[in-house]
C-alpha cells in the first residue's frame, strides 16, 4: 500500500482550510452587509414611525395652542358685551403681538351677523364683508362651538388658508361674534415647524383631508388645496386608500426606495404621511461594509500563514505515525503500540489508537470466549435448535438434540428443507415461522421423525447474525409428553364427572321414590332401594377419598402406621370386602389355602391397595372367571400377587400403568367404572410403606399384579409393639424399596 507524501497530505488540507476560510469569509461579509441592511431598516422604520407620530402629535398639539388662544380673545371680547368696530379694534391693538406671533395670517374679529368688523392685518376691502356664508363660519355662529375649517380659499387675499374660528358669547350665553384666525397653507407655518423639528430636512411631509380628496399643505407650499391624484397616478395615494399606513414605494428620481409612514389626526380626520428615503442608509453602510472587508481579507492572510507553520510542523509525526500503523496492517511488523513522544493533539490521537488497540483485542478475546459459550450451548442444549437461510428455509445448522429428536444425523440434515421435516396439513412454513418470532410468540409444529412417527414441538424464532448476513434461529421443545399429560387429565375430568354423577343420579332417584310414598306397601322393594343408595353413597366416598389421597400424596402429608400384620388375615378381609362385587360380576375369588406369614405395614392402607387390585381384576375378568391371590416368601420379602383371567394391558399402554389419570380405554373405564387413580395410589403407599408394586401381562392371556412387603421379624416385631407414626417429612424406620 502505497503512503502519501506529507507535504501532498498538507496541501490538501491547507488548501482545504484555506478555500473554507475565504468562502467563509465572502459568505461572512455577504451575511454582514445583509443583516446591517436588514437591521438598519428596521430601525429606521422603528425611527420614522416615532418621529411621525411625534409630528402627527405636535402639530395637534399647535392647533390645540391656536384654539385656546383664540378662545382667550373671544372671552375678553365678551367682557365688553358687544362685537363693534371700537371694541374690536381695540382688542387688536392689545394683543397684536401674540396675533402675529400665532397667526402670521392675520385674525378676523365678526359680528353676529357674520360681517367682519375687525382684522389684525389689513387687507383692502375685507372689513365689512359677510363670511355668514362660510360653513365653518356659520357652524360656529349656529353651535356656538370653537371649530376648523377644511382648507379653503381666502374671500379677498385669493391665498389658501386653514380658519379656526371661536365664537364670542355675552353674559347670558347668547352668540354674539366670532374670531377666526388664518393659517398661511403657502407660507412657512406649523406644519413645517413640526416637520423641521421630528423627521428632519431629508423628509417629506404630507398633510391630507382624505375626505375631500385634497392636500391640506406639505413640504411643497404649491400642493396646498390640489385635489389627491388617483390611484394610477401615484402608488403612495393607492396604497392609502387600501388602508396601508407603512410601506416602501419606488423612487424614480433616484432609483432607491421611499419609506412612507401615515398616522391619522383623529378628531379632524387628516392623514399625516411622512416620505423618507432609504439612501440615507446606504450612504451611512457601505463605507462601514467595505473597512469590514478589508479587516477579513487581512486577517484571512495573516491566520494562512500561521496555519502553514501549523500544519508543517504538526504533520511529520503524524505521517510517522501513519506509517506504523501500515507496517502493522501489512504484517511487516507486530501489532502493538504506537511510539511517538509528542503530547499535543497528535500524540494524543495515537494514544487513544494504542488504548482502542488494546480494548480491540480485550474485545476479540471476550468475543471468542462467548462464541465457545454460545458453541457449548448449543451442542449441549435439551432443546433442539437449528439455523435457517432466512430467504430458502434452509437448516445450515442443527444441535445433536434435534438429531436425537427426529433420528437424523446432524449432517444429514445440513441443507435439508425444513418443510421436509413438517408433517402435512399444518400452515405453511413461513406463516408458523412468523407466528414464533413474534414478541412473546409462540406456536406448536409437528415433526416427522426419519424411522416413523412424530413429535409435537413448541417453537420460538429470532433472527440473529449481522446485516446481510440475518438467519433464523428455531428453539423447539418437544411438548409430547406435556399433550400426553393434558389428554390424560382431559380424561381423568371427564371420567370423574361421569363417576360422581352417575351414582349421585341413582342416590336421588332412590331418595325420591322413598320420599314420594310410592313404596310404603313394599318394605322389600325399599331396603333394596336404601341398599343401592348406600352403595352409590360407597362409591362416592371411595372416589372421594382417592382425590383426598392425591392431594396428600402431592403435598406429602399422608401419614401411616406402621406394625405387624397377619397376612392371611388381611386377605380375607380384602376378599370379604369385595365377595359381593365379584358375585354381581360372577367372578370366583381364590385365597391361598394357608397362610402364616406377617408383613410390615399400615393396616388400612394396605387393604385400600388390596381392595384396589382385587375390585381391577373383578372388573376387567369375563363372566365366570377366576381371580387367584397366592403369597409366596423372597428371603426378607413377601409378594402377594393376584391373578384374573381378562384380556391383559395393551403393550402401549404398559409404560404408563402407574402414571395418575392413565386409562387403557377412556370409554371402557367409563363401564366399569374408575378415575385412572387406583394404581397410582396404590404404588405411592406401596413406596410409602417400604414395599413395591408390578405387574406382569400378555395381551389375551390375562394380567398378574403384584405386592412385595418386608416380612415382620422377631426384631421387627419387637420394635413394632408401639405403633410408629410415619410420614414423608419425618424420620423413616425402613428404607424404600
Request: hydrophobic residues 40%; charged residues 20%.
Amino acid at each position: 500500500m502505497k503512503q502519501p507524501r506529507s507535504s501532498r497530505l498538507t496541501a490538501k488540507i491547507l488548501l482545504l482550510i484555506l478555500g473554507a476560510g475565504l468562502l467563509q469569509v465572502l459568505l461572512s461579509g455577504i451575511v454582514t452587509q445583509q443583516g446591517l441592511r436588514s437591521d438598519m431598516q428596521s430601525l429606521l422604520i422603528e425611527q420614522q414611525k416615532r418621529l411621525n407620530g411625534n409630528a402627527v402629535r405636535l402639530i395637534e398639539r399647535e392647533l390645540d395652542i391656536r384654539k385656546h388662544f383664540l378662545a382667550t380673545l373671544a372671552a375678553q371680547q365678551a367682557l365688553d358685551g358687544q362685537v363693534s368696530y371700537t371694541s374690536s379694534a381695540k382688542l387688536i391693538a392689545s394683543q397684536q403681538q401674540s396675533i402675529d406671533l400665532y397667526f402670521p395670517g392675520g385674525v378676523l374679529i365678526l359680528n353676529a351677523s357674520g360681517i367682519a368688523v375687525g382684522e389684525s392685518t389689513r387687507v383692502e376691502g375685507r372689513l365689512g364683508t359677510s363670511y355668514a356664508d362660510r360653513p365653518h363660519i356659520r357652524q360656529a355662529l349656529d353651535s356656538g362651538q370653537p371649530g376648523i375649517s377644511k382648507p379653503i380659499m381666502g374671500r379677498t387675499t385669493r391665498t389658501p388658508i386653514l380658519s379656526i374660528s371661536a365664537p364670542v358669547k355675552n353674559a347670558q350665553g347668547r352668540v354674539i361674534g366670532l374670531i377666526a384666525g388664518g393659517i398661511q397653507l403657502e407660507q412657512e407655518n406649523l406644519f413645517d415647524v413640526a416637520v423641521n423639528t421630528t423627521l428632519g430636512s431629508p423628509s417629506r411631509l404630507f398633510v391630507m383631508d382624505m375626505t375631500h380628496q385634497m392636500y391640506v399643505t406639505a413640504s411643497d407650499p404649491e400642493l396646498a388645496m390640489q385635489p389627491l391624484p388617483d390611484d394610477g397616478a401615484s402608488a403612495l395615494l393607492a396604497k392609502l386608500r387600501r388602508g396601508e399606513d407603512m410601506g416602501l414605494l419606488a423612487n424614480v428620481e433616484t432609483g432607491g426606495e421611499d419609506l412612507f409612514i401615515a398616522d391619522e389626526m383623529p378628531y379632524l380626520g387628516w392623514r399625516v404621511v411622512s416620505l423618507t428615503p432609504l439612501k440615507r442608509i446606504t450612504d451611512k453602510l457601505d463605507p462601514i461594509l467595505t473597512q469590514n472587508l478589508l479587516i477579513g481579507v487581512v486577517f484571512f492572510l495573516l491566520l494562512s500563514l500561521a496555519l502553514v507553520f501549523l500544519l508543517r510542523r504538526a504533520m511529520g509525526p503524524l505521517s510517522s505515525a501513519a506509517q506504523q500503523i501500515t507496517d502493522m496492517m501489512e504484517g511487516r511488523r507486530p501489532i502493538q503500540p504506537i511510539e511517538i513522544d509528542r503530547t499535543d493533539e497528535v500524540g494524543y490521537l495515537v494514544s487513544v489508537f494504542n488504548q482502542l488497540t488494546q480494548r480491540q483485542q480485550q474485545q476479540a478475546l471476550e468475543l471468542e470466549r462467548e462464541r465457545d459459550l454460545l458453541r457449548s450451548q448449543f451442542e449441549q442444549s435439551s432443546d433442539a435448535i437449528l439455523l435457517l437461510t432466512i430467504d430458502t428455509l434452509l437448516i445450515s445448522r442443527a444441535n445433536p438434540e434435534l438429531s436425537k429428536l427426529l433420528g437424523y444425523s446432524v449432517e444429514s440434515l445440513h441443507d435439508l428443507p425444513f418443510a421436509y421435516l413438517l408433517e402435512e396439513g399444518q400452515a405453511p412454513l413461513p406463516e408458523l415461522v412468523s407466528q414464533a418470532m413474534t414478541a412473546g410468540g409462540q406456536c406448536v409444529i409437528i415433526l416427522l421423525r426419519q424411522f416413523g412417527g412424530s413429535v409435537h414441538c413448541e417453537v420460538t424464532a429470532a433472527r440473529v447474525g449481522l446485516p446481510g448476513e440475518y438467519q433464523l434461529m428455531l428453539n423447539l421443545r418437544d411438548i409430547s409428553e406435556r399433550l400426553r399429560n393434558e389428554q390424560l387429565k382431559n380424561d381423568f375430568v371427564s371420567t370423574v364427572s361421569h363417576e360422581l354423577r352417575t351414582p349421585l343420579t341413582s342416590i336421588y332417584g332412590t331418595l325420591r321414590l322413598v320420599n314420594s310414598g310410592v313404596l310404603d306397601n313394599s318394605p322389600e322393594q325399599a331396603a333394596s332401594l336404601l341398599k343401592s343408595a348406600e352403595d352409590n353413597s360407597q362409591r362416592l366416598t371411595a372416589l372421594i377419598n382417592d382425590l383426598l389421597d392425591i392431594d396428600k400424596l402431592e403435598a406429602n402429608k399422608l401419614q401411616l402406621q406402621l406394625k405387624p400384620l397377619d397376612l392371611n388375615a388381611q386377605l380375607q378381609a380384602a376378599k370379604g370386602m369385595l365377595s359381593s362385587m365379584a358375585y354381581d360380576a360372577r367372578v370366583d375369588l381364590r385365597l391361598p389355602a394357608t397362610c402364616t406369614l406377617q408383613v410390615v405395614a399400615d393396616e388400612h392402607r394396605l387393604q385400600q391397595v388390596l381392595a384396589n387390585l382385587l375390585s381391577n381384576a373383578i372388573k376387567f375378568s369375563p363372566l365366570g372367571g377366576i381371580v387367584t391371590l397366592s403369597t409366596e416368601q423372597e428371603q426378607q420379602q413377601v409378594r402377594v400377587s393376584i391373578t384374573d383371567q381378562g384380556d391383559g394391558i395393551p403393550l402401549e399402554f404398559q409404560p404408563n400403568v402407574f402414571k395418575r389419570f392413565a386409562q387403557a380405554d377412556a370409554t371402557a373405564t367409563r363401564q366399569r367404572g374408575g378415575t385412572g387413580l387406583g394404581l397410582a395410589i396404590s404404588r405411592s403407599l406401596m413406596r410409602a410403606m417400604h414395599g413395591r408394586i408390578g405387574f406382569i401381562s400378555t395381551p389375551g392371556q390375562g394380567c398378574c399384579f403384584w405386592i412385595s412387603l418386608p416380612v415382620a421379624s422377631v426384631s421387627a416385631t419387637s420394635a413394632h409393639r408401639i405403633p410408629e407414626v410415619l410420614d414423608s417429612n419425618g424420620a423413616k424406620a425402613y428404607e424404600q424399596a
